[in-house]
């Protein structure tokens, strides 16, 4: 099992993280999260009761004991208005990292099995100019994992993002420069989408692969009025 600790150090300090794996059991959800998921296929009930589980440790750290987490029309949480948060869930795994919003204006994370993606889905996900520099000066063997972190860098770079500017994006609207030694990313957006953010600010992204698990944060640091 991954250590909420480890999680922890992809964020500078005062982000809150929490980690479960996706069970079976989807009994301990508020009555009024239980009605979010009623018609939903099992694996999807399994998942969002091993979010909000996720979160629900997390919002009584922050204050909010017994807190149901709703969503928006959008499909993201609704969190208490001084927070900003994220949920990803994979088959088996899932991550939720929170933050107050006067210290982030934005988060988002995701987890994916570290495996590789088949060559059929590489242009759909990468950019051409990605293709060219990241994949195309790989080894070969290496390719459908790197591909596979470009996806992710991309959804967490969307899940924080897109609560901000408020319109949808797609995978060939995002350009990832990624430095290997530092284990970091950084997302590159559309003009018409970083036009909206903050002060046109740029997410800073960071990844790391553990336990058989790709892991990706994207942060947009808060504003400092004077
Ligand atoms: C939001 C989205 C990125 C989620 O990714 P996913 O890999 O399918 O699933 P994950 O498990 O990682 O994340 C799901 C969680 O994201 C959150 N979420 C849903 N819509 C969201 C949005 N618009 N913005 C931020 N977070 C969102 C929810 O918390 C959800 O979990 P929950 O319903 O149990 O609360 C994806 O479903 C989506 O809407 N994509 C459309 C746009 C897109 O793909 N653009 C390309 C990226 S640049």
Known sequence: ???????????????????????????????EERLLISRAVAKRRREFAAGRRCA??????LGHPGLPLLRNDDRTPRWPEELVGSISHCAALCVVAVAH?????????????????????W????????????????PAA????????????????????????GRSFGLQD??????????????RLDDTISGRL?????????????????FTAATLAATRTA
């Open 123 to 138: 242009r759909r996900i990468c950019t051409p100019a990605e293709i060219e520099r990241v994949l195309g000066t790989a």
């Open 142 to 165: 290496e390719r459908g994992r790197i591909a596979r972190l470009v996806f992710s860098a991309k959804e967490a770079t969307y899940k924080a993002v897109h609560p901000l500017v």
């Open 1 to 31: 099992m991954l250590s909420d600790a480890w999680i922890g150090e992809l964020f500078d300090d005062g982000v809150w993280t929490a980690s479960c794996p996706v069970t079976e059991v989807e009994n301990d959800l508020f009555p």
């Open 56 to 61: 629900r440790g997390i919002l009584a750290q």
């Open 101 to 121: 919003r006067s210290s982030l204006a934005a988060l988002g994370v995701d987890v994916e099995p570290d495996a590789a993606l088949e060559p059929a889905l």
């Open 198 to 214: 903050p002060d046109r600010g740029v997410p800073a992204g960071r990844f790391t692969r553990r336990g058989g698990f790709l």
């Open 174 to 187: 995002v350009e990832i420069a990624i430095d290997w030694e530092a284990g970091r990313f950084t997302p």
